[in-house]
């Protein structure tokens, strides 16, 4: 009876070993193929209005975050001149639209100071992070806010060939995508790095923008905080006049110049090669021609100095002998 019940004793430890050991192997089985997803989002800080707010995308996107942190978007409303600006005008609420995110124009009110994630991407969705945030990047979605430069881009020949902005332009950071502006350019541009005109430029330490993003010095503050931002991409003669005002003065120069240069790129090879020969044979000509009339004036000279000569020395002769006849007389 003793041997029975130990070996009861045994049963129920081994099954109670076996359940919880399958359980265990189950729950660890489950672990690892489930799949791995985000941790949902917090509750929006505006229930009413659905925006959840710039700190819960941080808990995903900790990298963009922070790199947004430091830029303009972040700062458009903390930043001095706005708030300097804003002030002097009265602190219209329609400067919000584009200082703040999630602004609404009946109240007054917005979610968050700044240009935030969902000032571009839109409002917290509730199928995020299963589903990637909304946002149509091209230019209408800047020229919102950013309308004086996507004016000008428009009528650049970026804009005709619908170059948008984020090929240049990283959304997050807002500065170009490469080391400078110079790589950047190049990345598409590269035969205007071989030109003198680039050329040259480059050696001088100059960036693309320097000259095709140039806009004048301001003398005054912008208007509602609207400002040439050189977006055309065309080089007009204030940017050359900024650096090169002892070689240039005035416009009709500028396009006199580049007519002539638009000439010489027109003439091929052959007849620049035609024009180099025919001038090497003038100046042979005139040096040929300097030559001989050097010789000629030479002999011309002695000539004359011949005769001259032989008629001062007569004249004096003469002289000289009428004084010795006076004096014997």
């Known amino acids: ?36 997803t985000a941790a949902p989002a917090p509750a929006p800080v505006d229930q009413v209005r659905g925006y959840a707010g710039s700190q819960s995308c941080n808990q995903c996107h900790e990298n963009i975050h922070t790199e947004w942190m430091v830029t303009r978007h972040a700062q458009a409303f903390s930043a001095p001149i706005f708030q300097r600006d804003w002030t002097e005008l009265g602190s219209q609420v329609s400067c919000l639209e584009c200082h703040t995110t999630g602004f609404n124009p009946d109240t007054g009110k917005y979610a968050e100071e700044g240009v935030t994630c969902e000032a571009c991407h839109g409002p917290f969705q509730p199928t995020h992070p299963e589903a990637p945030m909304p946002i149509t990047p091209n230019a209408d979605l800047c020229g919102n806010c950013h309308s004086s430069t996507t004016d000008e881009w428009r009528a650049s020949v970026h804009g005709q060939q619908g170059i948008q902005c984020q090929a240049c332009h990283n959304p997050h950071t807002q500065t170009p995508k490469a080391n400078s502006v110079t790589e950047l350019c190049t990345t598409c541009h590269q035969e205007r790095g071989n030109s003198f005109t680039h050329s040259t430029h480059a050696n001088a330490g100059l960036e693309c923008s320097n000259c095709h993003m140039y806009t004048s010095p301001r003398t005054s ?50 007849t620049l090669e035609q024009q180099v020969q025919t001038q090497q044979q003038q100046i042979s000509d005139l040096k040929s021609q300097s030559t001989n009339r050097l010789y000629i004036g030479l002999v011309q000279g002695a000539i004359v100095g011949l005769l001259t000569g032989g008629a001062a020395a007569w004249v004096v002769s003469r002289g000289l002998r009428v004084v010795e006849v006076k004096e014997d007389d």
């Open 1 to 36: 009876m003793k041997n029975h019940t130990v070996i009861q004793k045994h049963r129920t430890w081994l099954v109670f070993g076996f359940v919880f050991g399958t359980c265990i192997a189950i729950g660890a089985l489950l672990a690892v193929t489930r799949p791995v």
């Open 221 to 270: 503050d912008p208007i509602l905080g609207l400002v040439p931002t050189g977006h055309t991409f065309s080089v007009g003669s204030d940017a050359c006049i900024a650096c090169h005002q002892d070689t240039v003065h005035t416009r009709d120069e500028i396009v006199k110049l580049s007519g002539e240069v638009a000439q010489i790129a027109a003439v091929d090879t052959l």
